[in-house]
């Protein structure tokens, strides 16, 4: 009988000792999860590695402190509210558990979610300055299409020039036509070697702006870099890039080409009309000519320059160093599977226990407790009821 309760008592010791230990194994994981966590978090600020390490380390071990308290609380109050309070005990033991790994959780989602919004936030503000950029490219392109239209009223300019030339060897001098028509060759010229001299000038900063940006997604991307300094390369690359969509914006010759755009399609008026009423009717035709000849490429100028005003280069945006709590609100639609992992963390440590112990009953014989409604049956993990024994005499 007594070797029978020793047994008994070795094996309900074994057993407890592994509950514990598994427990303290939960405990400790949910701690160590917590402290990578914070430093996920605290290694993407301006604190440094060894700041971070530290930080982590301090979370982690309250966090354990935390939960190892609470056990150790609970061991002692639990039992002395006996059989009859069981559900209070119950409540007791899960609610506290359960409030720990709440208060856990919520750090863990929040460092969690705020590393991966800051990476969003990097994407966000590439992915602008790339439609900055873009938008000087197409600009550049836009006032490209305005060469050809230049070319073609200056063509036309010099071809009526020319014939009012010839009229004028014939005899007829060189009048109103000739001067209106050298004077529009000329400003047309002139808008032409302007939008090519801008042009030209804007292909060595689309090459600077294209080294900006390079540099731009260099800093964005290095695992490397601290964060104090990728803020800092971020919003030099940035300044830089802003310069020189600033510049390409206020070299675009709109003002001037609208003008030029304006002449064109206006009626086309001449000074020194004759005062004979035949020659001033032959004029006026001339005049209605032309503008039909103007009409048509001062309209299409105008559309270009308005299309060209339109597509003017966007701003460069600023890097925001934003408050976590700003940036997690912020990107909350996108972070919300983080912010569920971040709460998963405290649970796996006791998820995973939870199944080693099952396994552990389940090869003692059996899940815990079915060795009968008293316990300590085969696999269970409650002493066996002190059940009187009879002894039998030797015959």
Sequence with gaps: MSDHRNDLKDETSSVTRFVRFCILLAHLGSAILSGASAWLFFDHQE?????AFVVALLIGVMTYAALASFSAAAVRILPRLGQENAALAGA???????????????SNATFLAHAEARALERQSVLAAAEAAFASVQTALRQLEQVLPILATGKETAARLKDHEERRGQTGAGRGPVYREMLVQESRLAGAEEGVREVVKAADGKVRAGQQTLESLRAALSDPEMGERDRVRAVENALTRLASVVIELRQQLPIASLKATANMLA????????????ETRRVQDETMRRLHREFEPIGIALRQAVTDLEDRQPKPVPTYRHLSPTAVVFRHAGELAWIIALGYALDLLPYLAVGLILLAH???RGGAPGDGGSGGGGPGSYLPAPRVPVRLRAVQ
Excluded at 47 to 51: D, R, Y
Excluded at 92 to 106: K, Q, R
Excluded at 266 to 277: D, F, K, L, R
């Design 47 to 51: 604190t440094g590695g060894a700041v």
């Design 266 to 277: 206006a009626p086309v008026v001449a000074a020194g009309y004759s005062t004979v009423p």
């Design 92 to 106: 007791i033991a899960g609610g506290g558990l359960v409030a720990i790994l709440a208060v856990s959780g919520t």
């Design 361 to 363: 009953a389940q090869g």
